[in-house]
C-alpha cells in the first residue's frame, strides 16, 4: 500500500452494488439518471462509443420502480377473426389460464377410457346372456345397451368438443416484478414494433388462428420498464415514427409488416407499451433522429451529454481503481491488479485521454486495457497483474490505424 493509492491490490476495493454507482466521471449523467427513474423520465445519451450509454440504461431500470406488470394472452375474435382480441392478466398468471383453455384435451382422454370401458362391458354382457339366457336375449340387450352407450359418449363429445383455435396465445409473460430492461439495438422494424407470422396452409381447416401468430414487439415486452435504443439516428423514419406514437399513446397494436405475407391483414386490439425510452447515439448519428422523437424525448426528459474525459485528481484516480475491480470481477479469469499495475494503467489513461491533465473515459478501450493486460498476467503464472504486463498489453492494444502510424 502507497501513500498515493489506498489499496494494496484492486481485490481490497469496495464493490458497489448498484449499477449506477458503477458508472464512473459522468456525474452529472448519473444525478439525471436518478431524476429520470423518479419521475419515469426518457433519456437522450449522446456521445462517443464505450462512454458508459447502455450501461447508464440497465441502471436506469434497476432504479425504476416497476408500474403494474401484465402477462399478455391473445384470443381468438369470432366475429372479426382478423382483429385478435388482446387480455392483460396479473403478472405470472398466464400458464393458468393457458393451462385451463387446454383442459378440453384431459376430457377428450376421459371419452377414450370410457369408450374403451364401454366396450368391456358389451363383451361382458353379451357373454353373460349368452350362457343364462341364449344367443337371441343376449344380441337384444347388447344392442340396446351400446345404442345407450353410443348416445352418452356423443352426447359428451359435442360437450366436450374443444372449439377450433380456443386455446389462448401467451404473448408475454413475466417471471419476475423487476422493471425490465430490453435492448433494442439494431432491431428490424418487426423485432421493435411487433409482427404476424405468414401461414401457407389457410384453407381446409390447416391453418394457425391468428391469435396464434402475433409476435410481441420489443417495445411491448418494455413495458413497465426501459426500452434502450443505440444508434437511433439509424432506424428508418417511418420506425422512428412509430415509436413516437407508441410513446404518445403507451400502447400500440401488431400488424402483419409483410405485405406479400398471410399475416398482412391481421391486425390486433392495442397492447400496452408504456416504457422509458433511453436512445443513445453519436453526434453524427443524431441528423438521422426524427424532429419529433427528439423534441418529445426533450419535453419529457433529458438529453445528457457523455464526457469523454475527466481532471486528473486524486478522486478521480480512485474511480479508476473500481473501475478496474469492476473489470477484473465481470471477467472472472483475470488476476487482480497490483498498486503498480493500477500506477500503470493510470498512465495510460492519461495518454488515451490526449489532454494534459485528464484522465480518459472511453470505458471500453480502458476495459480491453484490462483484460489484454490480465491475459498477459496469467500468460506468465502471475498472482496479480503487473505495471509491466499494463504496459506490454498498451503496446497491443493500439488499433491497427495506430499501429501503422508507429511503424
Same mark, same amino acid.
Not at 282 to 288: A, F, L, Q, V, Y
Given at each position: ?5 489506498? %489499496? ?66 391473445? %384470443? ?52 353373460? %346372456? ?24 356423443? /352426447? ?24 425490465? /430492461? ?90 400496452? &407499451? ?62 487482480? /491488479? ?9 498512465? &495510460? ?59
Amino acid at each position: 500500500m502507497s501513500k498515493e493509492f489506498p %489499496y494494496k491490490t484492486t481485490q481490497d476495493v469496495p464493490a458497489p452494488k448498484e449499477l449506477i454507482s458503477q458508472v464512473i466521471g459522468q456525474q452529472e449523467a448519473v444525478s439525471l439518471v436518478r431524476q429520470a427513474a423518479l419521475n419515469r423520465r426518457h433519456l437522450l445519451l449522446v456521445g462517443e462509443p464505450g462512454t458508459g450509454k447502455s450501461l447508464l440504461g440497465k441502471a436506469l431500470s434497476q432504479l425504476l420502480k416497476s408500474g403494474e406488470l401484465f402477462d399478455v394472452v391473445a %384470443y381468438p375474435n369470432g366475429t372479426e377473426p382478423t382483429k385478435p382480441i388482446i387480455r392483460l392478466l396479473p403478472a405470472g398468471t398466464a400458464q393458468e389460464t393457458a393451462a385451463a383453455g387446454s383442459s378440453s384435451i384431459s376430457h377428450l382422454l376421459l371419452l377414450f377410457a370410457a369408450l374403451l370401458a364401454g366396450a368391456g362391458f358389451l363383451w361382458w354382457l353379451n357373454s353373460h %346372456y349368452r350362457v343364462t339366457s341364449g344367443e337371441l336375449v343376449a344380441a337384444i340387450y347388447t344392442s340396446a345397451a351400446a345404442a345407450m352407450l353410443f348416445a352418452a359418449l356423443l /352426447f359428451a363429445s359435442f360437450k366436450l368438443k374443444p372449439s377450433a383455435g380456443a386455446k389462448p396465445a401467451i404473448l408475454l409473460s413475466h417471471k419476475r416484478a423487476a422493471a425490465p /430492461f430490453v435492448d433494442a439495438t439494431g432491431a428490424a422494424a418487426t423485432s421493435l414494433l411487433g409482427d404476424v407470422q405468414h401461414d401457407p396452409y389457410q384453407t381446409g381447416g390447416l391453418g394457425t388462428p391468428a391469435h396464434e401468430r402475433i409476435q410481441l414487439g420489443l417495445m411491448h415486452r418494455a413495458h413497465g420498464g426501459v426500452l434502450f435504443i443505440d444508434e437511433i439516428g439509424s432506424l428508418p423514419a417511418g420506425v422512428q415514427q412509430e415509436l413516437l406514437t407508441a410513446l404518445q399513446e403507451g400502447k400500440f397494436p401488431i400488424c402483419g409488416r409483410n405485405q406479400t405475407s398471410a399475416g398482412a391483414g391481421i391486425r390486433t386490439e392495442p397492447v400496452p &407499451c408504456n416504457f422509458v425510452l433511453v436512445a443513445a447515439g453519436n453526434m453524427d448519428g443524431m441528423k438521422g433522429m426524427h424532429p419529433a422523437l427528439r423534441d418529445r424525448i426533450r419535453g419529457n426528459g433529458y438529453e445528457i451529454l457523455m464526457k469523454t474525459q475527466m481532471p486528473d485528481t486524486g478522486e478521480n484516480r480512485l474511480l479508476l481503481w473500481q473501475f478496474v475491480a469492476q473489470e477484473v470481477r465481470n471477467d472472472g479469469k483475470i488476476p487482480n /491488479f497490483d498498486a503498480s499495475a493500477m500506477g500503470a494503467f493510470i498512465s &495510460c489513461a492519461k495518454k488515451l485521454s490526449k489532454k494534459k491533465g485528464m484522465l480518459s473515459l472511453r470505458l471500453r478501450n480502458l476495459g480491453g486495457l484490462v483484460r489484454i493486460a490480465g491475459d498477459a498476467a496469467i500468460a506468465d503464472s502471475s498472482q496479480f497483474t503487473s505495471a509491466r504486463h499494463v504496459y506490454s498489453a498498451f503496446s497491443h492494444s493500439r488499433s491497427i490505424e495506430e499501429q501503422k502510424q508507429g511503424g
